[in-house]
């Protein structure tokens, strides 16, 4: 590992965690009320408890799920290049605190970095991750922040370029809308001078999506069906998952993948001292993710007041990282 050091950093850096989170929401208020909706769907933060991110944590290694190796590819490739376009002595602002091996191939090629904020709603997590961080980059100023990157609240203020970092495709979980909004607040909270660097899953041949979101293993059809595993261990409900089949497609006119579970069978559902009928063929939707085209992404990012700065793609052009400029 090769930090660099600078006369840049006068002061003594240190480990602080910052704690925004008023409320954490509730899994049995808010499985409850997706099951209660038309059409039924369960937001897909709730598919990361332990067991779920263990899950994914196997996804991830898996032949036909190629989005985590390309990226990680693009940045060994490219992370030289993108710590020059943000200079030195900047302060990268993670939002959620993904992978650590993502954010280590960004610093250790940043020149001087000030700070390092990432920012979690998931406090244990969030904390192990940055108490790593600061004790392998003692130079820097390490700042957890547990909020919701997508909600309003007050950034701790930090020395140099604000540089928001957005790997791994979560982008994709949102709506064309919730991204634009998304980018647009932080291009505020980021400053005139500010960057985002964001990772992006492009639009590719159907067949290699569908292997990547129901691979022969089946670990994503597990991963998507442990939502209502852990409504059966945490709200006392009696699901019975083979009750349900795991349904993936690729919607074409909306550029996305989507993730439900159909089931298979009428069935009445204990839930947390209430009981839901699900008539056979019913859907609950989980999750989607889009794609984009290279050039969907920027025009996206121009609508939400960033320029697009640089882009880079791995040589079968399966997923991209882009640079965004706020000014």
């Known amino acids: 590992m090769t930090h660099k050091h600078s006369a840049l950093r006068s002061k003594t850096a240190g480990f602080r ?69 943000i200079g030195p002595g900047a302060a990268l602002i993670e939002l959620g605190s993904g992978s650590s091996i993502k954010t280590r191939l960004l610093l250790d090629r940043m020149e001087a970095p000030a700070a390092y904020m990432p920012i979690d709603v998931s406090r244990e997590h969030l904390r192990a991750a940055a108490n790593g961080l600061a004790g392998d980059y003692p130079e820097i100023d390490v700042i957890a922040v547990c909020a919701d990157y997508s909600a309003h609240f007050p950034l701790p203020a930090v020395d140099g370029r604000r540089v928001g970092f957005f790997p791994g495709s979560t982008i994709g979980n949102l709506t064309h809308g919730e991204a634009r ?63 349900f089949r795991y349904d993936v497609a690729w919607n074409e006119e909306a550029g996305r993948i989507e993730m439900r579970l159909e089931a298979l069978a009428d069935q009445s559902v204990a839930v947390a001292g209430e009981r839901l009928f699900i008539g056979a063929g019913e859907r609950i939707h989980i999750e989607n993710s889009h794609k984009y085209a290279v050039e969907e992404f920027s025009a996206l990012a121009r609508r939400a007041g960033f320029s697009p700065r640089a882009v880079y793609i791995d040589p079968e052009r399966l997923f991209s990282v882009h640079v965004l400029a706020a000014g």
Request: hydrophobic fraction near 45%; glycine fraction near 6%; charge should be negative.
């Open 181 to 243: 909004l998304l980018l647009a607040g932080w291009r505020e909270r980021l400053g005139a001078d500010g960057l985002m660097v964001v990772g992006v899953d492009l639009k590719k041949d159907p067949s290699r999506l569908l292997a990547a979101y129901d691979d022969a293993e089946g670990v994503t059809e597990a991963f998507i069906k442990n939502v209502l595993a852990r409504a059966n261990r945490e709200l006392g409900a009696d699901f019975d998952l083979s009750a």
């Open 17 to 85: 965690f910052v704690d925004f989170l008023r409320r954490e929401e509730s899994f049995e208020e808010a499985f409850l009320d997706g099951m209660k909706a038309s059409p039924r769907a369960i937001p897909c933060r709730f598919l990361y408890d332990a067991q779920g991110s263990a899950l994914f944590d196997r996804i991830c290694t898996l032949p036909e799920y190629y989005p985590t190796r390309t990226e990680l590819s693009i940045l060994e490739a490219h992370a030289g290049d993108i710590a020059k376009i």
